[in-house]
């Protein structure tokens, strides 16, 4: 056992208050590097441990963190079925939650229209209607159903609208680009 491994099980044992080095300053050396630095994840302020990150930020960057998080939720749900749909309802009723269901809900019907090209990447659509402003809804610049053009459902033809714009634009196109009706 090497010095710092022994000083380290010494503090962790029931040994402090007796004499013992405090824990912190027993740590392995390769955590001590990070001592004093923030996590290195944005907008994380919590202090840096492995790998210059907080334990939360490094425990979610191990491999394999996210199937095994997903196992044990499932495990969980199994286990208490009633707390598994108080979650579910919370969700739906939160601001991500309804947001999530409005993209899912517009992907639905532009495949009916076959409007969402399959090499689209959807989870930018999505990300899109999640990080709508509060107040502001999700528009197709051109409209999905229209006299002139059909727009996609793709992420260079969305933008953002007030629920008032939005009303006003309604499914015409912008005048520009408008072709001269026959
Ligand atoms: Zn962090």
């Known amino acids: 056992m090497r010095a710092h491994d022994r000083a380290y099980a010494y503090s962790n044992s029931n040994a402090n208050g007796l004499g013992f080095k405090p824990i912190m300053q027993t740590r392995p050396k390769k955590y001590q590097k990070n001592k004093g630095k923030l996590c290195g994840k944005d907008g994380c302020a919590r202090a840096a441990a492995a790998l ?3 334990l939360q930020h490094y425990k979610r960057s191990r491999p394999g963190y996210a199937e ?3 196992v044990e939720k499932r495990r969980q749900d199994k286990a ?11 969700w739906g009723r939160s601001q991500r939650g309804k947001a999530w269901k409005r993209s899912a809900r517009r992907l639905r019907r532009a495949k009916l229209k076959n409007a969402c090209p399959k090499w689209v990447d959807r989870r930018e659509i999505q990300r899109i209607y999640l990080n709508c402003p509060r107040g502001m809804q999700v528009d197709h610049f051109y409209p999905l159903k229209s006299d002139f053009v059909c727009g996609l459902h793709v992420p260079w033809n969305l933008q953002y609208l007030t629920p ?10 912008p005048e520009a680009s408008r072709a001269p009706r026959q």
């Open 164 to 173: 008032v714009e939005n009303a006003r634009k309604g499914n015409s196109i």
């Open 52 to 54: 210059g990150l907080c």
């Open 80 to 90: 208490n079925p009633e707390a598994h749909r108080a979650r579910c309802r919370r």
């Open 68 to 70: 095994r998080r997903r």
